[in-house]
Nanobody, 123 residues
Framework: QVQLVESGGGLVQAGGSLRLSCAAS????????MGWFRQAPGKEREFVAS????????YYVGSGQGRFTISRDNAKNTVYLQMNNLKPEDTAVYYC????????????????WGQGTQVTVSS
């Protein structure tokens, strides 16, 4: 089992920044990829970014590419999502997830999920 706990969400004005953290425990993450997803009210959960723990390869989709950066800290077993130039359309609950599969963009591929952290961007 892998336990994931997100933190760092909050209310920010458009153009501002937030850094989300996801602390993992329970297992070594060397065989996992970590992903960030988000879900806005009435919408499906969507992929934001992922990082392969071993090697650090990262993946992004268009909505956050260039503004969001995913990273990891091996010593702290923590994954981060640095979000810059936030827009009102980034408002959502952000989830951290872990997978041993290689389909990083698909929510059903992920084995473990955190409880989510709310990000609200005001205009």
């Amino acid at each position: 089992q892998v336990q994931l706990v997100e933190s760092g969400g909050g209310l920010v004005q458009a153009g501002g920044s937030l850094r989300l953290s996801c602390a993992a425990s329970g297992r070594t993450l060397s065989n996992y990829a970590m992903g960030w997803f988000r879900q806005a009210p009435g919408k499906e959960r969507e992929f934001v970014a992922s990082i392969v723990w071993s090697g650090g390869t990262t993946y992004y989709v268009g909505s956050g590419q260039g503004r969001f950066t995913i990273s990891r800290d091996n010593a702290k077993n923590t994954v981060y999502l640095q979000m810059n130039n936030l827009k009102p359309e980034d408002t959502a609950v952000y989830y951290c997830a872990a997978t041993t599969r290689h389909t990083y963009y698909s929510p059903p591929s992920y084995n473990y999920w955190g409880q989510g952290t709310q990000v609200t961007v005001s205009s």
